[in-house]
């Protein structure tokens, strides 16, 4: 059970079943009651659903991802923000931007390989997490290959 401070929890006798049966029926029950508090629904995250009432309660948890999304976008734009502009100077530069969710699925092989080309300057980059992104088998890696400098002061041979 989940409390707010220093409340007491008592679980009545039972005398119909044994212990055991007690508390399995009460952890029971309290996961169905999170379920529906976190979730939304049942249907999705307990035992013995049925098709349809799986997919409502999909859709339930869907609406319900959604509004809690928005729900932060509204308190890290209208609350967190201008505190942390009022409380330090440090923040001020956060002044005139808002938190957005970013909602892309992912990057097109186009857009990977330019990051690739972009960040490879700077970073060193998994290799077998690039062939699972790209699909492009890499065999092998080059070396940097250097010019020699020629010295002007040296005399060519004859």
Do not use: C
């Not at 999304?69 to 734009?77: G, L, Q, S, Y």
């Not at 972009?118 to 890696?141: C, K, M, Q």
């Amino acid at each position: 059970m989940v409390g707010r401070g220093q409340e007491k929890f008592e679980i009545g006798k039972d005398t119909s079943t044994d212990a055991y049966n007690t508390f399995d029926k009460l952890i029971e029950r309290a996961n169905l009651e999170m379920s529906k508090r976190i979730v939304g629904a049942t249907g999705t995250s307990d035992e013995k659903s049925y098709t349809g009432a799986a997919n409502v309660h999909a859709d339930i948890l869907e609406t319900k991802h959604k509004l809690d999304k928005f729900f932060i976008k509204v308190i890290i734009n209208n609350h967190l923000i201008p505190r942390l502009v009022k409380l330090s100077p440090a923040y001020a530069v956060l002044a005139n931007l808002k938190f957005q969710w970013d909602d892309t699925e992912s990057l097109t092989l186009k857009e990977i390989l330019e990051a690739v080309k972009d960040l490879s300057s700077h970073y060193e980059f998994d290799i077998d997490e690039l062939v699972n992104r790209t699909g492009l088998p890499i065999t092998a890696i080059k070396q940097a290959v250097t010019t020699p400098s020629i010295d002007p002061t040296s005399k060519k041979k004859k």
